[in-house]
């Protein structure tokens, strides 16, 4: 027997998410029971070309998008190529937020993503692990991101954790805590 199962019955017309998101690079679900997820291949709900990802949600008992995706955007410009994306609440408060990791120019940066306007935004470098034997370059690749189910090294926040090629060669992987406040 399978351990799969596909939340849309055979039966049903489609059986895809729907709002063309057929590239999905990123999904998370919150304590809360929210599905988002980030589409990569640069065409809007009706096909069209656009520059950047988008950014969804879906109904969890259909598995079919319950949003009209929406670009993804810092600063007011559409941004592309995510790298990881989970849903973490930093505070340990039980309130979740969507976070991000997009290369902006200048290496991997970790931010919020609002699923509903798809601003990114607080984007925080991921490239100062001074000190480490394997520290994270400005062409680091973030392979993962995940939010642990309490707190990490500091007790009053929860850990946030990623596994990263530290320089982009496609070499070994290794797995960092950081520290999303700083």
């Known amino acids: 027997g399978s351990n799969l199962q596909l939340l849309l019955p055979t039966s049903l017309f489609g059986q ?23 589409d990569s291949d640069l065409r809007n709900a009706t096909g069209l070309t656009i520059t950047a990802d988008q950014v969804a949600l879906l109904d969890g008992s259909t598995g079919m998008a319950s949003s009209t995706p929406v670009d993804v955007t810092y600063l007011g410009t559409g941004i592309s190529g995510l790298q990881a994306l989970d849903y973490g609440s930093i505070s340990l408060d039980g309130n979740d937020t969507l976070y991000a990791v997009y290369d902006l120019g200048t290496g991997p940066m970790l931010g919020t993503l609002n ?27 973030i392979k993962a991101l995940a939010f642990s189910p309490g707190s990490g090294t500091n007790p009053t926040q929860q850990g946030c954790y990623i596994i990263a090629d530290p320089d982009g060669s496609g070499g070994a992987t290794y797995l960092y805590e950081i520290d999303p406040t700083n």
């Open 115 to 141: 699923p509903n306007t798809g601003v990114f935004s607080s984007p925080l470098a991921l490239t100062d692990s001074s000190g480490d034997a394997n520290p994270l370059t400005s062409t680091a690749v």
């Open 16 to 38: 895809t998410i729907g709002m063309n998101l057929s590239n999905i690079h990123g999904f998370s679900i919150s304590r809360a029971g929210e599905y988002a997820v980030v």
